[in-house]
């Protein structure tokens, strides 16, 4: 079983940066494709941005794009989200996901981290 756990979440004013981290655990995790998503108060869960086994390969919903970079460590078995230039649009609460494979529906998610944006 996969375990994924993200931290690094929290609150920051409208214009600054948090990166988030999600430690994998329990599967090789070079095997697998990852991705982040979010989900506001009273909305659907989105997706946010996702990255290929190797890291060589990155994708990103528009809404993010040139503010969010995602990357990851497979010798620290971590993926990271750094997020930049935040908008109180941006708060949530923040999901790692993985997929075994290459990416598409998640096989596997984190319990998640709370991004807070004051404006």
């Known amino acids: 079983q996969v375990q994924l756990v993200e931290s690094g979440g929290g609150l920051v004013q409208a214009g600054g940066s948090l990166r988030l981290s999600c430690a994998v655990s329990g599967r090789t995790f070079s095997t697998l494709s990852m991705g982040w998503f979010r989900q506001a108060p009273g909305k659907e869960r989105e997706f946010v941005a996702a990255?290929?086994?190797?890291?060589?390969?990155?994708v990103a919903a528009d809404s993010v794009k040139g503010r969010f970079t995602m990357s990851r460590d497979n010798a620290k078995n971590t993926v990271y989200l750094q997020m930049n230039s935040l908008k109180p649009e941006d708060a949530a609460v923040y999901y790692c996901a993985a997929r075994r494979g290459s990416w598409g529906t998640p096989h596997y998610w984190g319990q998640g981290t709370q991004v807070t944006v004051s404006s």
């Open positions: 990255i290929n086994w190797s890291g060589g390969s990155t």
